[in-house]
């Protein structure tokens, strides 16, 4: 009986040590992880931490574990090392973790057209799992002024390699050429030679002179000479 109850006690003190263990490599990940999120601007993120593999049995570390990330590339697959101080010569504990993030992000609100202005209206918030998703995006600014260079579909997560800055400006299109000094301002009509989004340098012929200036994209119909 003696025996029996002993050996019940060690099993439950070796699972609860490997517990301590995981908990403390978990609470590490785990705070990793959400550190990079809201790096990334991701609004509310959320993480939930599932082990790849059974851990083996770790001794007691009365002083604390040493975690260190080996591999945290792939929220799929991290990679995490645990040390004790306390026992030198004790090789390290090696642990794998598979990692799903979930957060705020902006989808379509409606179809895009590949070109189109995004507006605020386009676009929504909504949770999604972004796990394989670290091109997301959370912020507004991020995404007004852009336009897809795709089509997207109602509901589609906005990534950031899916937009580019929106051409205000078409070629051949008619513009308002602007130019300042000081509290003189004088305007000319003139034709875009060139395409160009918000701050660009594109072409401009004035249709009064004939002559071609380099100039910068001010809004969808103006344009102001480009220093040089």
Same mark, same amino acid.
């Given at each position: 009986?003696?025996?029996?109850?002993?050996?019940?006690?060690?099993?439950?003190? &070796?699972?609860?040590?490997?517990?301590?263990?995981?908990?403390?490599?978990?609470?590490?990940?785990?705070?990793?992880?959400?550190?990079?999120? !809201?790096?990334?601007? /991701?609004?509310?993120?959320? =993480?939930?931490?599932? *082990?790849?593999?059974?851990?083996?049995?770790? *001794?007691? #570390?009365?002083? &604390? /574990?040493?975690?260190?990330?080996?591999?945290?590339?792939?929220?799929?697959?991290?990679?995490?090392?645990?040390? #004790?101080?306390?026992?030198? @010569?004790?090789?390290? !504990?090696?642990?794998? =973790?598979?990692?799903?993030?979930?957060?705020?992000?902006?989808?379509?609100?409606?179809?895009?057209?590949?070109?189109?202005?995004?507006?605020?209206?386009?676009?929504?918030?909504?949770?999604?799992?972004?796990?394989?998703?670290?091109?997301?995006?959370?912020?507004?600014?991020?995404?007004?002024?852009?336009?897809?260079?795709?089509?997207?579909?109602?509901?589609?997560? =906005?990534?950031?390699?899916?937009?580019?800055?929106?051409?205000?400006?078409?070629?051949?299109?008619?513009?308002?050429?602007?130019?300042?000094?000081? &509290?003189?301002?004088?305007?000319?009509?003139?034709? @875009?030679?060139?395409?160009? @989004?918000?701050?660009?340098?594109?072409?401009?012929?004035? =249709?009064?002179?004939?002559?071609?200036?380099?100039?910068?994209?001010?809004?969808? @119909?103006?344009?102001?000479?480009?220093?040089?």
């Amino acid at each position: 009986m003696l025996a029996s109850m002993l050996a019940v006690t060690i099993g439950d003190v &070796g699972a609860a040590v490997t517990r301590g263990l995981v908990d403390s490599v978990n609470e590490f990940a785990e705070r990793l992880v959400l550190e990079q999120a !809201q790096r990334q601007g /991701w609004l509310e993120p959320q =993480l939930r931490l599932t *082990p790849t593999a059974k851990p083996s049995s770790a *001794p007691p #570390c009365p002083s &604390g /574990w040493q975690i260190e990330a080996l591999d945290t590339r792939y929220l799929s697959r991290l990679r995490f090392s645990a040390h #004790c101080p306390d026992r030198a @010569a004790a090789p390290q !504990q090696v642990l794998l =973790l598979r990692g799903q993030l979930s957060a705020e992000v902006l989808v379509a609100a409606q179809a895009l057209r590949p070109g189109q202005l995004i507006t605020e209206s386009d676009v929504l918030l909504e949770r999604r799992d972004i796990t394989n998703a670290p091109e997301a995006l959370s912020q507004f600014d991020a995404v007004l002024g852009q336009s897809p260079r795709t089509s997207l579909r109602p509901g589609q997560l =906005l990534l950031r390699r899916q937009l580019q800055a929106a051409l205000l400006i078409k070629r051949g299109q008619k513009v308002s050429i602007v130019a300042r000094n000081g &509290g003189i301002e004088v305007q000319a009509a003139g034709e @875009a030679l060139d395409a160009g @989004a918000l701050g660009a340098q594109i072409r401009v012929r004035n =249709l009064a002179s004939g002559r071609i200036i380099s100039a910068r994209v001010l809004d969808e @119909a103006q344009v102001e000479p480009a220093l040089r």
